[in-house]
């Protein structure tokens, strides 16, 4: 199992306000796939890559959301330790910080 895979609970500092949702990151045969599902409605993740290192992972992935709008994010994060750090962007938008703690099994 890789670092990533698992139950997420996910914050980010948006132009907005802070917006949380719940991540969920599957690996089958050494395929990643994910959805994340927010207070109104859930999304599939697309193009999740991992890249493993020594001491931390980074993990990139896609997703489109409708509400409160139509927004194309894209997330690049690291992973350590059952803790997640990074960003999203949403087009021209400013990057909002994520961060995230995976939930116990």
């Known amino acids: 199992m890789n670092s990533i895979a698992g139950t997420w609970d996910v914050s980010m500092r948006t132009p907005i306000g802070t917006v949380r949702a719940v991540m969920t990151f599957t690996e089958d045969d ?15 993740l697309r193009d999740l890559r991992l890249e493993a290192g020594e001491t931390q992972d980074h993990v990139t ?21 059952g803790r997640m750090s990074g960003y999203s962007r949403a087009g021209r938008l400013p990057q909002s910080a994520v961060s995230g703690i995976r939930r116990s099994a």
Do not use: N, Y
């Open 30 to 44: 050494g395929s990643l796939t994910g959805f994340a599902e927010g207070k109104s409605e859930q999304t599939p």
């Open 61 to 81: 992935w896609a997703q489109t959301i409708t509400k409160p709008m139509r927004l194309e994010l894209l997330f690049d994060v690291t992973v350590l330790e």
